[in-house]
């Protein structure tokens, strides 16, 4: 057990609509990522918070948002769903960032219909 | 742009054999390097990682060789068990670009008892 958990573990839905998939860190991590694992596209990086503040970015979608509250927590918020989105997404958590070992949660598997 | 090549794809070996997964990278400002094992259903766990400092990590049938030079790294695991089966990824990441890791395409690796 990594100490990072991932709610919902499933999550079946329909084109059009939107979710949120949640992540809280390990005790003590500052840094939140979220990672995207499709058949096609391997593990893909996200996005990064730290503290609260967005650190870095990358190929996310427009119709993807992140954000970390003050508990530290992140909630990822995808919308407008299509069928390619259907993939793993994970979370993971470090102590601050560079070059710190990053501990992925359990992940949630997203299913759009 | 930034990418991580990993070969091979699969790897199926005797158990008590040893098994090698190469990864070479494209960015030269590429600073730590972690290897993480995923298992079926589960998410990806840390099992060694190696900053540009060292040339090499060993932690007890597991070791990571790190070559700057040729921007090449490997993962080696002796005395292979069954329980070593599972999809391995290497990943790089530069440290002042946040902790974003980038991810090799993963090699799935069989232990025959």
């Known amino acids: 057990d990594s100490g990072v958990t991932q709610t919902p573990k499933h999550l079946i839905t329909a084109t059009g609509q939107r979710v949120t998939l949640r992540c809280s860190p390990r005790?003590?991590?500052?840094?939140v990522y979220w990672y995207q694992q499709s058949l096609d596209q391997g593990l893909q990086f996200l996005i990064q918070y730290y503290n609260g503040e967005e650190r870095a970015k990358g190929n996310i979608l427009e119709r993807f948002s992140a954000q970390q509250f003050p508990d530290l927590h992140s909630e990822l918020n995808l919308s407008s769903l299509e069928l390619g989105d259907s993939a793993l997404y994970f979370c993971?958590?470090?102590?601050?960032?560079?070059?710190?070992?990053?501990?992925f949660g359990p992940g949630t598997r997203l299913t759009v219909l | 742009g930034e990418n991580v090549e990993q070969h091979p794809s699969t790897l199926s070996v005797q158990e008590g054999d040893s098994a090698v997964i190469k990864c070479t990278y494209s960015d030269s400002a590429s600073n730590y390097f972690p290897w993480y094992k995923q298992e079926l259903g589960k998410g990806p766990q840390l099992i060694i990682d190696i900053r540009s400092n060292v040339g090499e990590k060993k932690d007890q049938r597991i070791a990571v060789t790190l070559n700057k030079t040729a921007k090449h790294f490997s993962l080696h695991i002796t005395e292979t068990q069954p329980e070593d089966s599972a999809v391995y990824f290497c990943?790089?990441?530069?440290?002042?670009?946040?902790?974003?890791?980038?991810f090799g395409q993963g090699t799935e690796l069989s232990v025959k008892p």
């Open positions: 993971a958590s470090s102590v601050e960032g560079p070059s710190d070992t990053q501990y």
């Open positions: 990943a790089a990441s530069r440290g002042n670009q946040g902790g974003k890791l980038i």
């Open positions: 005790s003590g991590d500052l840094s």
